[in-house]
Nanobody, 123 residues
């Protein structure tokens, strides 16, 4: 049984930083690419970032490029999202996801999902 558990969300002022983490269990973590998505109220879930199995490749949405950094530790079965320069439009529930395919931008490509963690950046 696969379990993905996000942590690290919270309320942060504009320009601040947060680090989200996702702990995975139930599968051989290094066999899976990982992704981060977010969903704001009334909006569809959108791609944020992804990272390949061995962290050789990373991908970012244009809206977060240069501000967010995705990383993983295969020894600890964790993937992280360092978020700097936060803006009110970054407010959303953030989800980590796991895929047996290559890192993807589409949520449909991901097999497993966490329950999400709320990030709020008040304007």
């Amino acid at each position: 049984q696969v379990q993905l558990v996000e942590s690290g969300g919270g309320v942060v002022q504009v320009g601040g930083s947060l680090r989200l983490s996702c702990a995975a269990s139930g599968r051989t973590f290094s066999n899976y690419a990982m992704g981060w998505f977010r969903q704001a109220p009334g909006k569809e879930r959108e791609f944020v970032a992804s990272i390949s199995r061995l962290a050789i490749s990373t991908y970012y949405a244009d809206s977060v490029k240069g501000r967010f950094t995705v990383s993983r530790d295969n020894a600890k079965n964790t993937v992280s999202l360092q978020m700097n320069g936060l803006k009110p439009e970054d407010t959303a529930v953030y989800y980590c996801a796991m895929t047996s395919a290559a890192p993807a931008y589409s949520a449909n490509e991901y097999d497993y999902w966490g329950q999400g963690t709320q990030v709020t950046v008040p304007s």
